[in-house]
């Protein structure tokens, strides 16, 4: 199959050109720096303006959007906001614009987030539980509505990643300085749930949902049983074999990181993957203990 990615060199879009490639398909990445693209052929863009790319969503079957500047990467002062949203919605209206010039109706698939839920307890959250507060929140609403402006040409499939556990890079790269140093422990209560997932999944989740032609719309993609923040980081101690019991207290976290650590850090929410169970997706990490083990041994 033709298919067109754009965030084709991120810590998801990476491993995900090299899955497909290794699987026989063409894999076109959209990079506004294609020099760096190492996976997948490199076709420049600049995220938010019709070029000479739109030629490849001309071809495609797939289309993929990963595109957007990281998130959890340190404070969101009102400048970064900015440009979180921005990229996100000008990327997506790009594809979109591209998909609508065409007589070809691909499959598109465009990334979307947990956070789409917001803070929440201990109510489990599934695909038609309501949006949440704040600006994750309402970022992510609007993210999806850009790509749901495909909808009426192409299938549209719209994944709510949850957090994506890896060796390097993603929320596991960030917590394990800590850990190595002997200084890892909850973060502010540890009551919050992690709505964690085996990035190994994620990938297969995203090919499963290219795969199946009656797929569409929103899915979860999150291991089927989250963890309470205290749980999981006893965990990674227990694979580390490193005490987890510094908490990294709430109001320092505020002070460091302000809202982003209101809405990512300190909160969470506890999401199931309902719909890509109910309709006969496999995970092949649902113990978090061994997938620690797993991706750290
Ligand atoms: N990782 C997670 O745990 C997780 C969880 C939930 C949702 N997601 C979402 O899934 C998507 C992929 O995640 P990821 O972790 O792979 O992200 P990532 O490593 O930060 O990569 C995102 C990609 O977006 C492109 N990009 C960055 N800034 C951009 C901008 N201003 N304009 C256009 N493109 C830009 C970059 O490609 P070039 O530099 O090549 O242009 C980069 O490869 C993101 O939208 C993310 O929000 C991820």
Redesign the pocket.
């Known amino acids: 199959m033709k298919i067109v990615i754009a965030?084709g060199?991120?810590?998801?879009?990476e491993p995900l050109v090299r899955r497909l490639t290794a699987g026989g398909h063409d894999v076109a990445v959209l990079?506004?720096?294609p020099a760096?693209v190492r996976a997948g052929r490199g076709v420049a863009w600049d995220?938010r303006s019709q070029g000479a790319w739109s030629a490849e969503v001309a071809k495609a079957e797939v289309v993929i959007n990963?595109?957007?500047?990281?998130?959890g990467e340190g404070r969101w002062t009102a400048d970064r906001k900015r440009?979180l949203i921005n990229?996100?919605l000008h990327?997506t209206n790009a594809i979109v614009e591209a998909l609508q010039k065409n007589d070809k109706h691909p499959t598109f698939v465009s990334?979307s987030?947990i956070g789409y839920y917001g803070p929440h307890g201990d109510e489990i959250l599934a695909e038609d539980s309501p949006r949440g507060s704040g600006f994750l929140a309402e970022l992510v609403e609007q993210w999806e509505d850009a790509a749901r402006k495909a909808e009426s040409i192409t299938r549209l499939v719209l994944p709510r990643?949850?957090?994506?556990l890896a060796r390097s890079g993603?929320?596991l790269g960030q917590m394990l300085l800590p850990f190595r140093f002997g200084v890892g422990g909850p973060i502010g209560s540890g009551k919050q749930w992690m709505s964690w997932v085996d990035r190994d999944d994620v990938l297969r989740a995203v090919s499963w949902l290219i795969e199946r032609e009656s797929a569409h719309g929103v899915y979860n993609v999150t291991a089927p049983d989250p963890a309470r923040n205290r749980d999981f980081v006893r965990a990674l101690g227990r694979a580390l074999h490193r005490p987890a019991i510094m908490p990294a207290p709430a109001f320092a976290l505020k002070i460091a990181f302000g809202e982003m650590a209101e809405e990512i850090l300190l909160t969470g929410q506890r999401v199931v993957p309902k719909r890509l169970l109910a309709e006969g997706f496999t995970f092949e990490s649902t113990d978090l203990d061994a997938t620690l083990r797993r991706i750290l041994s």
């Open positions: 965030g060199t991120g810590f998801l879009g990079s506004r720096d760096k995220g990963l595109a957007g500047e990281n998130i440009r990229s996100r990327a990334a987030a990643f949850g957090v994506v993603g929320a």
